[in-house]
């Protein structure tokens, strides 16, 4: 072979690894689209028996304590007392019936927000984005991870009722150290089930969402009373599935 085509040869061999250099990381991103949108298909109608939030704080719980378990128990949406779905709509997302996933004015006040403060410290997120969240991905704090929550979002939106996305949020929602879900929740705080919550129950549920393992050990905060009894104001104006 002659030295021309050695060249030739060698500097198609380079054009072929430096494709698959820009190539390489685009389909794997693709790759981990089409996984998280089979996931939302399978969970469309399959109950979910752990999820992304859960193993990572099960796995924190079981440094310290190897026979750690996880408080959590599923319940049906009709299970669930119809004062709690409308005081987390009021408190997280009060127009959850109304978009398609993400609310766009809630994102650009915690982007202005973030950059008077220099950093990510709120993400205006929809109950859907939450669950996206939840569901699949970690709880760092940081743009790429708001991007590929809002992917999830609109998946979820697209595949999904509203009705199963919040029978879903009430359901693997974090409410203190190694609680889960409505029913859990419920009987941690008040020793009764998601069915029987009251309004007052269920708006201090709801309240306790943004930091609950912060209100896990502060049950009793000024502020906590005062957004509890807000809340409770608002149920009756939350739009529900």
């Known amino acids: 072979m002659s030295k021309t085509r050695k060249a030739a040869g060698s500097r198609k061999a380079s054009r072929g690894w ?21 996931m939302v298909c399978w969970y469309a109608y399959v109950n979910p028996g752990s999820t992304s939030f859960m193993r990572q704080q099960l796995s924190e719980l079981r440094e310290q304590n190897p026979d750690a378990r996880l408080k959590h128990q599923w319940v049906p949406y009709e299970r669930i007392s119809a004062n709690l779905k409308r005081a987390v709509v ?4 009060s127009g959850f019936a109304a978009h398609g996933g993400v609310d766009w004015e809630a994102l650009e006040k915690a982007y202005e927000r973030n950059n008077r403060r220099s950093k990510v410290v709120g993400g205006g997120s929809t109950i859907t984005q939450q669950l996206a969240k939840n569901l699949f991905l970690s709880g760092s704090r940081s743009y ?11 998946m979820l939106e697209t595949v999904m009722s509203k009705r199963r996305i919040l029978e879903l949020y009430l359901n693997v929602v974090e409410y203190g ?23 007052s129950q269920a708006a201090r ?14 049950r009793s905060t000024s502020y906590l009373e005062r957004r509890t009894a807000l809340i409770q104001r608002r149920m009756r104006f939350a739009d529900l599935p």
């Open 90 to 93: 009021a408190s997280e997302d």
């Open 205 to 218: 549920l709801a309240v306790m969402l943004p930091n609950p393992r912060y209100y896990d050990k502060h």
């Open 177 to 199: 150290r190694g609680v889960f879900g409505a029913e859990a929740a419920a009987r941690h705080y008040f020793r009764t089930s998601a069915a029987k919550l009251s309004p």
């Open 144 to 154: 790429l991870r708001k991007g590929q929550e809002m992917i999830i979002a609109f």
């Open 18 to 38: 430096v494709k698959w250099i820009f190539l390489g990381p685009l389909l794997l991103v693709l790759l981990a689209q089409l996984y998280f949108f089979s």
